[in-house]
Protein backbone atom coordinates (compact mmCIF):
# COMPACT_ATOMS: atom_id res chain seq x y z
CA UNK A 1 0.00 0.00 0.00
CA UNK A 2 1.34 3.94 -0.87
CA UNK A 3 0.63 5.62 1.51
CA UNK A 4 0.18 9.71 1.23
CA UNK A 5 0.99 12.76 2.99
CA UNK A 6 -2.43 12.81 5.06
CA UNK A 7 -2.05 9.18 5.90
CA UNK A 8 1.69 10.40 7.36
CA UNK A 9 -0.82 12.94 9.02
CA UNK A 10 -2.95 10.41 10.74
CA UNK A 11 -0.06 7.91 12.05
CA UNK A 12 2.16 10.98 13.17
CA UNK A 13 -0.77 11.93 15.44
CA UNK A 14 -1.70 8.63 16.16
CA UNK A 15 1.97 7.71 17.40
CA UNK A 16 1.77 10.55 19.51
CA UNK A 17 -1.16 9.73 21.39
CA UNK A 18 -2.40 6.09 20.30
CA UNK A 19 -5.99 7.19 22.12
CA UNK A 20 -6.48 10.20 20.83
CA UNK A 21 -10.60 10.14 19.72
CA UNK A 22 -11.10 9.97 15.81
CA UNK A 23 -12.83 13.18 15.28
CA UNK A 24 -9.51 14.73 16.99
CA UNK A 25 -7.38 12.95 14.43
CA UNK A 26 -9.83 14.08 11.65
CA UNK A 27 -9.23 17.37 12.63
CA UNK A 28 -5.33 18.25 13.34
CA UNK A 29 -5.04 15.57 10.01
CA UNK A 30 -7.58 18.34 8.23
CA UNK A 31 -10.05 15.68 6.50
CA UNK A 32 -13.69 14.79 7.49
CA UNK A 33 -14.62 12.01 10.39
CA UNK A 34 -15.51 9.65 7.97
CA UNK A 35 -12.76 9.92 5.63
CA UNK A 36 -10.19 9.68 8.76
CA UNK A 37 -12.07 6.40 9.77
CA UNK A 38 -11.89 5.07 6.23
CA UNK A 39 -8.60 5.67 6.28
CA UNK A 40 -7.79 4.25 9.52
CA UNK A 41 -9.43 0.99 8.32
CA UNK A 42 -7.91 0.54 5.24
CA UNK A 43 -4.30 1.28 7.15
CA UNK A 44 -5.26 -1.60 9.38
CA UNK A 45 -6.46 -3.69 6.96
CA UNK A 46 -3.28 -3.02 4.72
CA UNK A 47 -1.36 -3.98 7.81
CA UNK A 48 0.48 -1.00 8.04
CA UNK A 49 -1.69 -0.10 11.48
CA UNK A 50 -0.76 -3.70 13.23
CA UNK A 51 -2.22 -3.40 16.64
CA UNK A 52 -2.58 -0.86 20.05
CA UNK A 53 -1.43 -2.52 22.66
CA UNK A 54 -1.27 -1.45 26.56
CA UNK A 55 1.76 -0.70 27.83
CA UNK A 56 2.32 -1.89 31.71
CA UNK A 57 4.13 -0.05 34.23
CA UNK A 58 6.26 -2.67 35.91
CA UNK A 59 7.77 -0.67 38.35
CA UNK A 60 4.59 0.32 39.80
CA UNK A 61 3.49 -3.37 40.16
CA UNK A 62 6.92 -4.23 41.89
CA UNK A 63 9.20 -4.63 39.46
CA UNK A 64 12.27 -2.56 40.49
CA UNK A 65 15.02 -3.69 37.95
CA UNK A 66 15.01 -3.78 34.50
CA UNK A 67 18.57 -5.63 32.79
CA UNK A 68 19.45 -5.11 29.06
CA UNK A 69 21.48 -9.00 28.63
CA UNK A 70 23.08 -8.83 25.36
CA UNK A 71 24.51 -12.13 24.06
CA UNK A 72 27.02 -13.41 21.81
CA UNK A 73 26.25 -17.13 20.76
CA UNK A 74 27.82 -19.96 19.75
CA UNK A 75 27.46 -19.77 15.71
CA UNK A 76 29.19 -23.00 15.63
CA UNK A 77 25.73 -24.54 16.50
CA UNK A 78 23.26 -24.47 13.50
CA UNK A 79 20.20 -24.17 15.80
CA UNK A 80 21.80 -21.70 18.19
CA UNK A 81 19.54 -18.75 17.42
CA UNK A 82 16.07 -21.04 17.36
CA UNK A 83 17.04 -22.78 20.65
CA UNK A 84 18.14 -19.87 22.66
CA UNK A 85 15.00 -18.19 21.56
CA UNK A 86 12.63 -20.87 22.24
CA UNK A 87 14.15 -21.17 25.46
CA UNK A 88 14.01 -17.86 26.11
CA UNK A 89 10.51 -17.59 25.56
CA UNK A 90 9.86 -19.83 28.60
CA UNK A 91 11.17 -17.42 30.69
CA UNK A 92 8.64 -15.41 32.61
CA UNK A 93 10.58 -12.63 33.65
CA UNK A 94 11.93 -11.78 29.62
CA UNK A 95 9.52 -8.87 28.26
CA UNK A 96 11.67 -8.49 24.61
CA UNK A 97 13.78 -10.76 22.80
CA UNK A 98 15.48 -9.16 19.59
CA UNK A 99 18.07 -10.59 17.14
CA UNK A 100 20.63 -8.16 16.14
CA UNK A 101 23.53 -7.72 13.26
CA UNK A 102 26.71 -6.41 15.15
CA UNK A 103 28.87 -7.39 17.93
CA UNK A 104 25.70 -8.38 20.51
CA UNK A 105 23.78 -11.43 18.37
CA UNK A 106 20.43 -11.55 20.39
CA UNK A 107 19.28 -8.69 23.43
CA UNK A 108 16.85 -10.02 26.38
CA UNK A 109 14.63 -7.28 28.42
CA UNK A 110 14.22 -8.74 31.63
CA UNK A 111 12.82 -7.61 35.18
CA UNK A 112 12.89 -8.61 38.52
CA UNK A 113 11.27 -7.67 41.96
CA UNK A 114 14.83 -6.72 43.62
CA UNK A 115 18.19 -7.36 43.62
CA UNK A 116 17.91 -11.08 45.04
CA UNK A 117 15.55 -11.94 42.95
CA UNK A 118 17.75 -10.61 39.84
CA UNK A 119 20.23 -12.78 40.87
CA UNK A 120 18.23 -15.76 41.28
CA UNK A 121 16.53 -15.34 37.51
CA UNK A 122 20.05 -14.70 36.36
CA UNK A 123 21.52 -17.89 38.13
CA UNK A 124 18.46 -20.02 37.36
CA UNK A 125 17.35 -19.07 34.28
CA UNK A 126 18.90 -17.02 32.10
CA UNK A 127 23.17 -18.47 32.23
CA UNK A 128 21.22 -21.51 32.02
CA UNK A 129 19.98 -20.72 28.58
CA UNK A 130 21.31 -22.92 25.71
CA UNK A 131 24.43 -22.35 23.15
CA UNK A 132 25.32 -19.05 25.29
CA UNK A 133 29.16 -17.80 24.33
CA UNK A 134 29.39 -14.93 26.30
CA UNK A 135 27.15 -12.17 27.90
CA UNK A 136 26.68 -8.51 29.42
CA UNK A 137 24.29 -6.75 30.95
CA UNK A 138 23.06 -3.36 31.11
CA UNK A 139 21.10 -2.25 34.58
CA UNK A 140 18.10 0.47 33.38
CA UNK A 141 19.18 3.40 36.23
CA UNK A 142 16.75 5.44 34.52
CA UNK A 143 14.56 5.95 31.09
CA UNK A 144 15.36 9.67 29.91
CA UNK A 145 13.39 8.86 26.87
CA UNK A 146 10.91 6.07 25.61
CA UNK A 147 8.38 7.38 22.66
CA UNK A 148 7.61 5.73 19.16
CA UNK A 149 6.82 8.45 17.81
CA UNK A 150 8.55 9.46 14.21
CA UNK A 151 9.53 12.23 12.31
CA UNK A 152 7.09 11.20 9.04
CA UNK B 1 3.01 -1.13 44.92
CA UNK B 2 -0.08 -2.02 43.34
CA UNK B 3 -1.44 -5.33 44.50
CA UNK B 4 -3.00 -7.39 41.54
CA UNK B 5 -5.91 -10.46 41.95
CA UNK B 6 -6.21 -12.95 39.02
CA UNK B 7 -8.88 -11.01 37.43
CA UNK B 8 -6.90 -8.01 37.19
CA UNK B 9 -3.67 -10.01 35.49
CA UNK B 10 -6.13 -11.30 33.13
CA UNK B 11 -7.43 -7.80 32.21
CA UNK B 12 -3.53 -6.62 32.01
CA UNK B 13 -2.45 -9.85 29.79
CA UNK B 14 -5.70 -9.39 26.97
CA UNK B 15 -5.35 -5.50 26.49
CA UNK B 16 -1.31 -5.88 26.10
CA UNK B 17 -2.61 -7.77 23.18
CA UNK B 18 -4.74 -5.40 22.25
CA UNK B 19 -5.49 -1.94 24.16
CA UNK B 20 -8.93 -1.33 21.83
CA UNK B 21 -10.70 -3.86 23.50
CA UNK B 22 -14.03 -2.67 24.75
CA UNK B 23 -14.88 -3.02 28.38
CA UNK B 24 -17.83 -5.20 27.28
CA UNK B 25 -15.80 -7.63 25.19
CA UNK B 26 -12.90 -7.78 27.54
CA UNK B 27 -15.11 -8.33 30.02
CA UNK B 28 -17.18 -11.30 28.70
CA UNK B 29 -13.50 -12.92 28.44
CA UNK B 30 -12.44 -12.67 32.21
CA UNK B 31 -16.45 -13.29 33.30
CA UNK B 32 -17.04 -9.79 34.08
CA UNK B 33 -20.07 -7.52 33.38
CA UNK B 34 -19.25 -4.41 31.20
CA UNK B 35 -19.53 -2.04 34.01
CA UNK B 36 -17.73 -3.79 36.52
CA UNK B 37 -15.08 -4.67 33.38
CA UNK B 38 -14.67 -0.88 32.85
CA UNK B 39 -14.39 -0.10 36.15
CA UNK B 40 -11.29 -2.25 36.93
CA UNK B 41 -9.88 -0.65 33.63
CA UNK B 42 -10.26 2.53 35.06
CA UNK B 43 -8.58 1.62 38.38
CA UNK B 44 -5.46 0.04 37.06
CA UNK B 45 -5.12 2.98 34.84
CA UNK B 46 -5.42 5.54 37.79
CA UNK B 47 -3.00 3.35 39.94
CA UNK B 48 -0.73 3.43 37.06
CA UNK B 49 -0.99 -0.23 35.88
CA UNK B 50 -1.26 0.68 32.81
CA UNK B 51 1.05 3.67 31.57
CA UNK B 52 -0.61 4.01 28.42
CA UNK B 53 -0.88 2.81 24.94
CA UNK B 54 1.51 1.56 22.27
CA UNK B 55 0.88 2.17 18.25
CA UNK B 56 2.32 -0.79 16.42
CA UNK B 57 3.15 0.22 12.60
CA UNK B 58 4.87 -1.89 9.77
CA UNK B 59 7.94 0.64 10.20
CA UNK B 60 8.82 -0.44 6.87
CA UNK B 61 5.71 0.42 5.22
CA UNK B 62 5.35 3.79 6.94
CA UNK B 63 9.63 4.54 5.31
CA UNK B 64 11.61 3.50 8.43
CA UNK B 65 13.06 0.38 7.82
CA UNK B 66 15.99 0.62 9.37
CA UNK B 67 16.79 -0.38 13.58
CA UNK B 68 20.15 0.73 15.34
CA UNK B 69 20.55 0.34 19.19
CA UNK B 70 23.56 1.98 19.95
CA UNK B 71 25.87 1.93 23.22
CA UNK B 72 27.28 4.88 24.00
CA UNK B 73 30.10 5.56 26.67
CA UNK B 74 30.55 8.87 27.68
CA UNK B 75 34.48 10.80 27.34
CA UNK B 76 36.12 10.74 30.28
CA UNK B 77 38.69 13.65 29.18
CA UNK B 78 37.33 17.30 30.03
CA UNK B 79 34.28 17.28 32.29
CA UNK B 80 31.14 16.48 30.92
CA UNK B 81 27.81 17.50 31.48
CA UNK B 82 25.34 14.76 31.06
CA UNK B 83 22.87 17.12 31.68
CA UNK B 84 24.19 18.58 28.32
CA UNK B 85 24.39 15.09 26.79
CA UNK B 86 21.00 14.11 27.66
CA UNK B 87 19.14 16.67 26.28
CA UNK B 88 20.98 17.09 22.60
CA UNK B 89 20.38 13.27 22.06
CA UNK B 90 16.39 13.81 23.34
CA UNK B 91 16.66 16.31 21.10
CA UNK B 92 17.19 14.34 17.88
CA UNK B 93 13.40 13.03 16.53
CA UNK B 94 15.15 9.92 14.92
CA UNK B 95 15.95 9.05 19.08
CA UNK B 96 12.74 7.00 20.04
CA UNK B 97 14.53 6.11 23.13
CA UNK B 98 17.73 7.53 25.46
CA UNK B 99 18.20 5.01 28.60
CA UNK B 100 21.08 5.65 30.93
CA UNK B 101 22.40 2.23 32.04
CA UNK B 102 24.96 0.52 34.16
CA UNK B 103 27.49 -1.40 32.60
CA UNK B 104 29.91 -1.39 30.16
CA UNK B 105 27.81 1.82 28.28
CA UNK B 106 26.46 4.69 29.96
CA UNK B 107 23.71 5.26 27.67
CA UNK B 108 21.52 3.12 25.18
CA UNK B 109 19.72 4.47 22.37
CA UNK B 110 17.52 3.15 19.54
CA UNK B 111 17.30 5.13 16.60
CA UNK B 112 14.65 4.75 13.72
CA UNK B 113 16.32 5.58 10.32
CA UNK B 114 14.34 5.09 6.58
CA UNK B 115 17.90 3.29 5.61
CA UNK B 116 21.42 2.58 6.15
CA UNK B 117 22.38 6.03 4.43
CA UNK B 118 20.00 7.49 6.50
CA UNK B 119 21.32 6.26 9.57
CA UNK B 120 24.60 7.08 8.68
CA UNK B 121 23.52 10.62 8.08
CA UNK B 122 22.23 10.91 11.58
CA UNK B 123 25.16 9.02 12.94
CA UNK B 124 27.83 11.17 11.58
CA UNK B 125 25.83 14.66 12.06
CA UNK B 126 23.66 14.18 14.86
CA UNK B 127 25.30 11.40 17.35
CA UNK B 128 29.13 11.65 16.72
CA UNK B 129 28.49 15.77 17.37
CA UNK B 130 26.93 15.02 21.18
CA UNK B 131 28.82 16.67 23.44
CA UNK B 132 31.12 14.24 25.44
CA UNK B 133 30.16 11.34 23.06
CA UNK B 134 33.14 8.50 23.30
CA UNK B 135 33.05 4.71 22.24
CA UNK B 136 29.85 3.63 20.12
CA UNK B 137 29.01 0.43 19.57
CA UNK B 138 26.13 0.19 16.85
CA UNK B 139 23.51 -3.05 16.57
CA UNK B 140 21.36 -3.50 13.63
CA UNK B 141 17.97 -4.98 14.54
CA UNK B 142 17.05 -7.85 12.42
CA UNK B 143 14.37 -8.98 14.45
CA UNK B 144 11.78 -8.11 17.51
CA UNK B 145 9.40 -9.79 19.47
CA UNK B 146 7.73 -8.49 22.66
CA UNK B 147 6.12 -10.91 25.68
CA UNK B 148 3.42 -10.82 27.88
CA UNK B 149 5.47 -10.27 31.07
CA UNK B 150 5.12 -11.97 34.36
CA UNK B 151 1.35 -11.70 34.76
CA UNK B 152 0.63 -15.39 35.05
Aim: glycine share 6%; aromatic share 6%; hydrophobic share 45%.
Amino acid sequence: MQIDDTDRRILRNLLADPAMAVAALAERAGITTATCWRRIEKLREAGVIRGTQAVIDWRRLGWEIEVSLRFTLDKTHPRAFDEFIAAARLVPEVLEIQTFLGQTDVRLNVIARDMEHWKEIYRDRILTLPHIQDTEALMLVSSIKDTTELPL
Amino acid sequence: MIALDDTDRAILRALEQDATLSAGALGRRVGLSQPACWRRIQRLTEQGAIAGRRLELDLAAVGFGVTVFLGIKIGTRGRVSLEDFERAVTAIPEVQVVQHVLGVFDYRIKVRARDIADFERILRRRILTLPGIGQVEANVLLSEERLPGPLG
